[in-house]
């Protein structure tokens, strides 16, 4: 079996990959078309460089590679923001793919820490609605993870054909072999984790751009909301 987990920066992303990444019949792969993104558009992003460098910038050949047969199962961390236009999706095809979807006011909030002032295309709302009605396939909400971490995943597992593994609720402190290496610059509250953080409070009030920036991505997580799987209370 062969995932595809799609969802923007900040989203309970990582702690996914490392949950799914826990299993002992899981290998897991750290957003592989990051190089070629940032190769292609010259966007700057903390430690682009060192990105570039580390990865295949060539996106056909990361999609063969991502098409490649695993050894048991393969776990993909994957950001829709990264699939430019002409990049192949085919291989998706073979793959139970799966959206990661979060308030944007909280990813507003979180991405805003890492890197000033973000756009809507840097937080991938348009490009990930856009990308499910091309490939489809399931929504689930961070929300809903953090809140019942092993409810949600049970259903997750149960919803693509996996037995539910107790592994993918812990996981080793630190950094991991299949983290990207951006993993220092970004993954700092992640690597000093075992779990998945507990339940979400308020929302963050946002205003001036940030606000305005929430209003614009709200109607592109809600759209995909209404399709999320339903986790029992």
Known sequence: ?????????RNL????????????????VDEPFYGAYL????????????????QDTDPAKVADACAAEPAQHR???????????????????????????????????SYAAKRENPTLEDIGYPQQ??????????????????????????VLCDAIGLPFSDAMLHWPAGPKPFDGVWASHWYGAVHRSTSFA???????????EAAELCEKALPHYEALKARKLLIAS
Not at 13 to 28: L, V
Not at 81 to 100: A, E, I, K, R
């Open 198 to 208: 507990g339940p979400e409070g308020a929302l963050p009030k946002l205003d001036g």
């Open 13 to 28: 992303s990582t702690a996914m990959m490392y949950s799914f990444g826990n299993r002992p019949d899981f290998e897991a």
């Open 75 to 109: 776990y993909m961390k994957h950001m829709p923001h990264h699939m430019l236009d002409g990049v192949p999706l085919d291989w998706t095809q073979d793959c139970v793919n799966v959206h990661l979807i979060r308030h944007p006011a909280r990813v507003i909030a």
């Open 39 to 54: 190769h292609a558009t010259g966007i700057k992003h903390p430690m682009g460089a060192e990105v570039i460098a580390s």
């Open 129 to 154: 609605t856009a990308l499910y009605e091309k490939i489809g396939g399931l929504v689930i909400d961070s929300h809903d993870i953090r809140e019942d971490p092993e409810a949600a995943l049970r």
């Open 1 to 9: 079996m062969k995932i595809a987990m799609w969802s923007g920066p």
